[in-house]
């Protein structure tokens, strides 16, 4: 997965736009942009209005959702204009044309005051899928040209705990998609911060509701396809949420919240 995605030639690193591949809240309504600004506000003034506030977008595509919002926030009356620091973070090229205002990075900075935004961004994250056979969980190895899976090893020590607290394999060909990556990335993304808010939008799901056959799928050209790791498609596994929580309070976050898009947006409409 991570080969299929991110290494010279993978799906990301190629620089093509996302959006033909697949759509997610940032390409189907500016109204998405519009919360984000107004929750930007929101934090602005609970950190006293500083004379720079970060805004920080973790797998940013082509960009579009922070050429939105520092397009609406220069309106007048909006009082954020000039003051926001905008950075993109993304393995793909800088994309032709972008404001010059966002900042174009690899890895997001260190010493963020502000806010962070990671739209589908977690379920990007390499993992990989362990399946409870006869013989006891096997890490699934997938063939990169063909897509056939065979068992291959037992998993590590480190995510066999993470499927004892986390995704328990309780039958014969259930299988577990290994959060631990996803965790692990999201409590280094909160270590980045000094204050603020740090949102993840994703689709996800919690304990008591595991797939038992897991999530695991590709997206081309708008079509759910077979998630073989080619390098031609997106590869994409629905998130652990509440692991991620649990990983993100242990790294500094003062308080986390699981909610669904729709009443966050609610709420900042």
Not at 3 to 14: R, S
Not at 19 to 38: D, I, K, M, Q, W
């Amino acid at each position: 997965m991570q080969a299929a995605l991110y290494t010279p030639g993978g799906f990301y690193a190629k620089g093509e736009p996302p959006a033909r591949h697949f759509r997610t809240s940032v390409h189907v309504s500016p109204g998405y942009a519009a919360a984000v600004l107004e929750l930007l506000r929101e934090v602005d003034a609970e950190l006293g209005w500083p004379d720079r506030i970060d805004l920080v977008d973790v797998g940013a595509g082509q960009g579009e959702l922070l050429e939105q919002v520092l397009a609406t926030a220069a309106e007048p009356g909006r009082g954020l204009a000039g003051r926001i620091a905008a950075c993109a973070v993304e393995v793909a090229p800088r994309p032709a044309g972008l404001d010059p205002r966002i900042r174009w990075e690899r890895v997001p900075p260190a010493g963020i005051t502000g806010l962070v935004i990671a739209s589908e961004w977690l379920d990007n994250i390499p993992l990989d899928v362990v399946e409870l056979t006869a013989a006891g969980p096997a890490v699934v190895q997938v063939d990169p040209v063909t897509g056939a899976e065979r068992p291959h090893g037992q998993p590590g020590r480190a995510d066999m705990a993470w499927i004892r607290d986390w995704w328990p394999l309780r039958a014969r060909g259930a299988r577990a998609e290994v959060g631990r990556t996803r965790c692990a990335a999201w409590a280094w993304l909160i270590g980045r911060m000094d204050r603020g808010v740090a949102v993840a939008a994703d689709y996800g799901h919690l304990k008591a509701s595991r797939p038992g056959c897991g999530t695991l799928t590709g997206y081309l050209e708008g079509r759910a396809v077979p998630a073989v790791p080619d390098g031609s498609r997106d590869i994409t596994a629905h998130v652990a949420l509440d692991a991620c929580a649990v990983a993100g309070r242990a790294a500094g976050a003062g308080e986390t919240v699981l909610t669904t898009q729709r009443a966050a947006l609610r709420a900042l409409s």
